[in-house]
């Protein structure tokens, strides 16, 4: 039976992973962070890479069933799903995102589908125009794209909290005061 928590958050580039995946390992006990960015190859031979890397990944978090360490991860497969959706990739991942899920879906931890985003999408703009904001190399999508992918993800938790019932799916929006989402997350993840 499950001793630690796997948490997956998701959201668009803008919506505050990095503040609130830092807050859940500073205050959620044993807690290990891991930051995905993906493969930076996005033509079809890109797809095997992608295949090779989330399920490594997965055999990996199997690995640490029943260790009472609590994963977080910012950003993981569900990513790859959503930029193929979009039309970022020259190939599609739906196939291997519905193998991957299913396999997700049946770790020994209490799993937890975290996606973030902004009620007011507009907000978009200030967030991703701010000045110190980090901009990792590719990902350079703007207001437009933000908003795809937001919409996007908020399709895809409905989807899994459809399918999947074992998995908590949680829609947290981010454009309340930092201390409100924080104990949002408190509430809804039990710390």
């Not at 409905?158 to 981010?174: D, G, L, Q, R, V």
Request: glycine share 6%; aromatic share 14%; proline share 1%.
């Amino acid at each position: 039976m499950a001793n630690s928590k796997l948490i997956v958050v998701e959201g668009a580039q803008g919506v505050g992973k990095t503040a609130y995946t830092d807050f859940l390992r500073y205050y959620l006990g044993y807690t290990n962070l891991y930051r995905l960015c993906g493969t930076a190859d996005s033509t079809k031979t890109g797809y095997q890479k992608a295949v090779t890397m989330y399920e490594n990944l997965l055999d990996y978090i199997k690995s640490l069933e029943n260790t009472s360490i609590n994963l977080v991860f910012d950003r993981t497969f569900f990513t790859e799903e959503n930029y193929c959706r979009l039309g970022k990739k020259e190939y599609s991942f739906t196939d291997e995102y519905e193998k991957l899920l299913e396999r997700f879906s049946k770790l020994d931890f209490d799993i937890y589908y975290i996606t973030l985003y902004l009620e007011d999408e507009q907000v978009f703009t200030k967030r991703l125009e701010r000045e110190g904001k980090a901009v990792f190399k590719n990902s350079e999508y703007g207001t437009e794209n933000s908003i795809m992918q937001q919409r996007e993800y908020l399709k895809m938790a409905e989807e899994i909290k459809e399918k999947y019932p074992n998995i908590k799916t949680i829609n947290i929006k981010t454009d309340q005061y930092q201390k409100a989402v924080e104990e949002e997350l408190r509430e809804k993840i039990g710390f």
